[in-house]
């Protein structure tokens, strides 16, 4: 089994790689998801691509097999609290770098989706942009975080179900900013992401 062929398996073939990526940069509400993924050289499964372009059930039947093979893997969140206090783009990085230090095996080098990252306990690395579509580890890292913040957008849906989030995700859909309207922000929603349309004194 073959990875989509667009997808490169390694930059470097003699170092340990590590892909990182996160998700839910957009929604008005939830943490943002980051993970850190080291793949086998040879690892290939066809289902494997930016989890953008994979259906839903395509990344959760992709999820328990990049765990069960990855030579390591980690999942970390950065709440929405620490959104508003650090910036999203800063809490980002400070997700994928929390999943390199879980990461059972320490990588040689990082692969980072994206264009931004900072230098940090002495690891190289290089940032790709759309890097999710280009290396299996860093696509490998996608599905994991979307995987597990959707996951945890719904559980979060079962306490607040006005919102949708099991549906939208916690992203500014007109289901969710008509909630908004109508029932105010939760201390789940990042105080830094309201809408210019919705009075700040919501919260």
Known sequence: MRNEPH??????ADLV???????GRGPLAGPVFAAAVILPKDFHHPLLNDSKKMTEKARETLRPIIEREAIAWAVEEVSAEEIDTINILNASITGMQRAVKRLSTRPEFLLIDGNRFKPFDNYAYQCVVKGDAKFASIAAASVLAKTYRDEYMRKLAQEYPQ??????????TKEHVDAIISHGYTPHHRKSFHLKQLEPTLF
């Open 163 to 172: 919102y949708g989030w099991d549906r939208n995700m916690g992203y500014p």
């Open 7 to 12: 997808l490169l398996n390694f930059l470097h």
């Open 17 to 23: 790689e590590a892909g990182c990526d996160e998700a």
